[in-house]
């Protein structure tokens, strides 16, 4: 038993009161004299019980962390970032030309001028990759919606794009029946308006793309850069 | 004769610069409640002590602060008992707190027995709401009772000694001693029950 909880029993010997009584009392005189020691260390010779710093250095790699973090953030966040415009926007956007994966596709499908086209697409020959695809369209038999589609987009990744003339296999597309890339048409056909500087076309557009869940993010940073 | 001046010179030095009869004084002094000499010496080398932890025993400030002043302690108490005689305070000091401090970090439970002097068996844990209860009845406790009982266990004077000066028999004093115990805990209960 502890010498406090035999200190406060009820009941204690003579001998017990003694013993408890001298270890309750050194208890306390200790105490007095290590609070009167403490005060003189601390005004008498600046030496505190504990020292501030002791806990900084123990801290001290997770306040680095902490304040290279913050350094970051405040980057990131605070310095002046100039809002790209629509047309940095749209070359952003354009950068990476949508893949085509139709080389997947069985031999019954891509017949030889298709797979021509398709090559010169994946190689970023565009312009070649647009006249292939046109000739499919023309042909006007067996037609599939990638055709229209990567017709539209090879006349859009040229250099210089061809939004105009991208637009109506871009429209095409996104309206086919039951279509498997009208949300990726549609996108298309927004920046080929852009492109074209049909500025009311392309907001209507882009306001529903925004409102949608494929690319809205990126449309509602276009929609903020257009003017009134 | 040098070599005698050197041998003091040497002696003061281990002891903090007390002389044999310096020391004699301090004791005197703490047994009477007066701890001045002690303060002025022990206090001046606390911060030599709690360096040496720091450095021998790895240990950071607060801990090294606490066992050097657990070690303060410990010698004040062994000094007024008559446990430690005039030869190397110094060392004592540094290693005593070095040995609470080994204590703190459970790297050894049991104080080992220095060059010449027992080891202290451990100090109870009072709660500080129980001294605080202590402090207050002892604070209340009337006259000669407080007196003999801060004499006697706070400065460890021997009884012997206080019969002495009371011109009483150690036999009557032990008594009275007894009597002012059992009183102190009669306050104390009733302010803990209360």
């Known amino acids: ?221 276009l929609l903020r850069q257009l003017p009134e | 004769m040098k070599s005698t001046i050197t041998k003091t010179t040497n002696q003061a030095d281990k002891n903090f610069g007390l002389s044999l009869e310096e020391f004699k004084q301090m004791v005197e002094q703490m047994r009477s409640g007066d701890y001045q000499l002690y303060e002025q010496v022990f206090l001046k080398h606390f911060r030599s002590c709690v360096d040496y932890v720091m450095f021998r025993c790895k240990a950071e400030y607060g801990e090294a602060y606490d066992s050097s002043m657990d070690a303060m302690l410990d010698l004040c108490r062994r000094i007024k008992l008559g446990r430690i005689q005039y030869g190397n305070l110094r060392f004592l000091f540094t290693r005593v707190a070095c040995q609470y401090c080994n204590q703190r970090k459970k790297e050894s439970q049991i104080l080992e027995e220095l060059d010449g002097v027992e080891p202290e068996p451990a100090r109870p844990d009072v709660p500080e709401e129980l001294l605080d209860i202590l402090e207050e009845s002892l604070d209340r406790i009337e006259e000669p009772c407080k007196s003999l009982l801060q004499q006697f266990y706070f400065y460890k004077q021997p009884l012997k000694e206080l019969a002495a000066l009371a011109g009483r028999t150690e036999v009557a004093l032990r008594k009275q001693k007894q009597r002012c115990l059992a009183g102190l805990r009669n306050l104390f209960m009733k302010k803990y029950n209360a």
């Open chain 1, 1 to 221: 038993m502890k010498t406090s909880e035999k200190y406060t029993q009820p009941q204690l010997s003579g001998k017990e009161l003694e013993k408890t009584s001298e270890e309750m009392l050194d208890a306390l005189h200790d105490r007095q004299l290590r609070k009167r020691w403490q005060q003189q260390l601390t005004d008498d010779y600046k030496m505190p019980p504990r020292r501030r710093t002791t806990i900084i250095r123990k801290l001290r790699p997770w306040l680095a962390v902490a304040a290279s973090l913050a350094l970051i953030l405040s980057v990131v966040y605070l310095w002046p970032v100039t809002p790209k415009d629509r047309y940095a926007l749209l070359d952003e956007y354009l950068a990476q030309p949508f893949a085509n994966k139709e080389g997947r596709k069985s031999d019954a499908i891509l017949d030889s001028l298709r797979s021509y086209a398709i090559a010169a697409y994946t190689q970023g020959d565009f312009s070649e990759a647009a006249r292939l695809r046109q000739q499919l369209v023309d042909r006007d038999s067996a037609i599939i919606e990638e055709d229209v589609l990567y017709l539209g987009l090879s006349y859009l990744y040229q250099n210089p794009p061809q939004g105009e003339a991208a637009i109506p296999h871009l429209e095409r597309a996104s309206q086919w029946s039951f279509g498997k890339f009208t949300a990726e048409s549609r996108w298309y056909l927004a920046l080929a308006y852009l492109q074209a500087e049909q500025i009311p076309t392309a907001r209507e557009l882009l306001q529903e793309i925004a409102a949608s869940n494929w690319k809205s993010g990126e449309a509602e940073e």
